[in-house]
């Protein structure tokens, strides 16, 4: 198992340009969760699926849209980067929603994202 | 904003000795996790204690939860260089709807050899 991937690993934006970040699992995981890290910070939640078929927005969501393709994929969409959205994006998985499942997450590697 | 806060933001030890992280939170809880993050990498899981747990064991880790001052802690006991990492607690407050988990910041631990 590869657990979760997330493409790409790098890239440099210059404002107002879009792009998409990807996220799989193949852990059969019913939720996922975007975050991003910035330095000296902890991860903020920015979109999360409890299931297939539902999103609902995190702590900071502003200048960010999500799809859940399908029950594997969760992507992240910046429509017009702006130099406040250079971060590390983390994507991440759990069987059943974190909380009253008692449900561990698992993190995919990281995408390090600089918007010029 | 931000659930959790840890204690130290820094802490550097000698192989062998002992590491103590803290973490206070500020909302009710329904259960708290630790995950390790090696530098350059994702986050992973270490332990779970569910809110009316007191005190968790896994190999070397030691987690206890205090609700009542609303407080976590992570020993980690003979430690070694491969524990170098930053170590963050992560909380599921019982207002938001138990669906997502919070960090905190972080404490950033160096093992010297």
Excluded at chain 1, 8 to 27: E, H, I, N, R, Y
Excluded at chain 1, 39 to 47: A, F, N, S
Excluded at chain 2, 79 to 103: E, H, M, N, W
């Amino acid at each position: 198992n590869a657990g979760v991937t997330q493409t790409p690993k790098f890239q440099v934006l210059k404002t107002g340009q879009s792009m998409t970040l990807q996220c799989a699992q193949d852990m059969n995981h019913n939720s996922m969760y975007w975050y991003r890290q910035d330095p000296g910070m902890g991860l903020r939640l920015i979109y999360y699926s409890a299931s297939e078929g539902t999103t609902d927005k995190g702590e900071v969501p502003n200048g960010y849209n999500v799809s859940r393709l399908n029950k594997r994929e969760f992507s992240l969409r910046l429509e017009s980067a702006a130099p406040s959205q250079t971060s590390v994006y983390f994507c991440a998985s759990s069987e059943r929603p974190s909380g009253i499942h008692y449900n561990e997450q698992f993190f995919g590697p990281g995408t390090r994202l600089t918007v010029l | 904003s931000q659930q959790g806060e840890e204690d130290p933001q820094a802490l550097s030890i000698q192989e062998g000795e002992n590491a103590t992280m803290n973490c206070s939170y500020k909302t009710s809880i329904n259960n708290l996790q630790w995950y390790r993050q090696n530098s350059g990498r994702g986050l992973v899981h270490l332990i779970l204690i569910r809110s009316n747990e007191r005190e968790k064991h896994s190999g070397r880790l030691r987690v206890t939860l205090d609700t009542s001052k609303k407080s976590s802690s992570l020993l980690i006991t003979a430690s070694r260089a491969a524990d170098t990492a930053s170590y963050f607690c992560a909380t599921v407050p019982l207002i938001q709807g138990a669906q997502k988990l919070v960090f905190g910041q972080g404490t950033r631990l160096t093992i010297n050899p």
